[in-house]
T-cell receptor, first 110, second 111 residues
């Protein structure tokens, strides 16, 4: 079973800073997901990627298949970005559903 | 399109009781997955249904079960509740193998 490790567990930064959250996994995957969870529990899917890089607004996700590593970057961070960011791997066949990392608790201070 | 809806949003039960949670997927999505989130274990996969058939199952005891109806709505049932079943239960729907869309969750408290 794949192991998904995230770092850091907690991150506090000032508004405007460039943020990087890392995710590594132990075996090959076909899709890596980045999710955002705000207080109250709702989860939003930010990215699903299997290679290269994706960008949406101030968010950028990259994946290196050879190194089994993915990063989520937030440019010009804002207090509304404060949330828990979770990476998850899900094989295309979905044999075990998604396997989740423990999450990174991000706080952006004004 | 309306998003994924879950009912009820909050639920309090006592040990030994059983509970049924409901999930309505986004219109047109035939796959529904269920997840459990606890402070200790984080998010864990329960099961996935596709076209009324359970396609995958996570590592949970048989007390956890589910089903999917012809309109893709899904229910999950937990029998003989234990204190450790207190959690946020999330469902997510998707179209094919695309990204998943999560519902707001049902927060279950077992006393």
């Amino acid at each position: 079973k794949n192991e998904v490790e995230q770092s850091p567990q907690n991150l506090t930064a000032q508004e405007g800073e460039f943020i990087t959250i890392n995710c590594s996994y132990s075996v090959g995957i076909s899709a890596l997901h980045w999710l955002q969870q705000h207080p109250g529990g709702g989860i939003v899917s930010l990215f699903m990627l299997s290679s290269g890089k994706k960008k949406h607004g101030r968010l950028i996700a990259t994946i290196n298949i050879q190194e089994k590593h993915s990063s989520l970057h937030i440019t010009a961070s804002h207090p509304r970005d404060s949330a828990v960011y979770i990476c998850a791997e899900g094989s295309g066949g979905g044999a075990d559903g998604l396997t989740f990392g423990k999450g990174t608790h991000l706080i952006i201070q004004p | 399109k309306a998003g994924v809806t879950q009912t009820p949003r909050y639920l309090i039960k006592t040990r030994g009781q059983q509970v049924t949670l409901s999930c309505s997927p986004i219109s047109g999505h035939r796959s529904v997955s269920w997840y459990q989130q606890t402070p200790g274990q984080g998010l864990q996969f329960l099961f996935e249904y596709f076209s009324e058939t359970q396609r995958n199952k996570g590592n949970f005891p048989g007390r956890f079960s589910g089903r999917q109806f012809s309109n893709s709505r899904s229910e999950m049932n937990v029998s003989t509740l234990e204190l450790g079943d207190s959690a946020l239960y999330l469902c997510a729907s998707r179209d094919g193998w695309d990204e998943q869309f999560f519902g707001p969750g049902t927060r279950l408290t077992v006393l």
